[in-house]
């Protein structure tokens, strides 16, 4: 705690300097924090595998408190009985931690606490998720998944489009005879490059979401095949 006042004493010295508010000043003090996951939350496989990756010398010197620290005061708050929302907002709020850092104690502290699976989202699914480079063009790369006429020769499967979609950009649809939703994402890597990203979300459990990522692994290798070949 001594390390927490000791910073706290910084904050408020920028501040009778610059004239900020506490959360301005303490912003300009802190280490930048790493990039966020594309998903909104961040997401481990265990909350020990959080720890491993946000270490007790990096928890504590961003919200000044380590992962036992914080799984105590959550504790001592109530947080099992609670939402991950509401934790994530007290811990922001209540403890001035920045948005990132609160999604991280609330990710390792449920995942600590047994209240969220390993995969699991804040909204209680799962998801899968694959990824592939093809040596093609963004806009061939697109058509091969939108234009239903090109899907045969990769997927084995049969897509209906849901959602709004962007060319070039995003393509939604749901799969026939499976549960959840489909997000295939583009990204140009180059004139003749393109990265495609399929995220299959709102599934009810570990087992299916694993079976599924597998699934899509085999379906983008075949996608490159066709595409390459």
Not at 98 to 109: D, E, H, N, P
Request: hydrophobic fraction near 35%; charge should be positive; include cysteine.
């Amino acid at each position: 705690m001594t390390t927490q006042k000791s910073f706290k004493r910084r904050v408020r010295a920028r501040m009778t300097k610059t004239g900020e508010s506490y959360t301005a000043a303490r912003r300009h003090l802190l280490p930048d924090e790493p990039a966020a996951p594309s998903s909104a939350t961040p997401s481990t496989s265990t909350a020990r595998r959080a720890t491993e990756i946000n270490n007790d010398e990096s928890i504590r010197r961003n919200t000044g408190r380590s992962w036992d620290e914080w799984f105590a005061v959550l504790d001592e708050w109530g947080a099992r009985d609670r939402g991950h929302t509401e934790i994530a907002r007290w811990v922001g709020e209540q403890h001035d931690v920045s948005g990132w850092w609160a999604q991280s104690i609330t990710v390792g502290y449920e995942q600590e606490r047994g209240l969220r699976q390993p995969g699991q989202q804040c909204d209680g699914y799962f998801a899968a998720n694959a990824s592939k480079t093809v040596a093609v063009p963004l806009a061939v790369a697109y058509a091969a998944v939108a234009d239903s006429g090109r899907r045969g020769e990769w997927l084995g499967g049969t897509l209906t489009p849901q959602g709004k979609s962007r060319e070039n950009k995003v393509f939604r649809a749901v799969l026939d005879g499976e549960p959840g939703k489909l997000e295939f994402s583009f990204i140009a890597k180059g004139d003749a490059k393109t990265q495609v990203t399929v995220s299959h979300t709102k599934l009810a459990d570990a087992e299916t979401a694993a079976k599924l990522k597998q699934r899509w692994r085999e379906r983008l290798g075949e996608l490159k095949s066709a595409l390459e070949g």
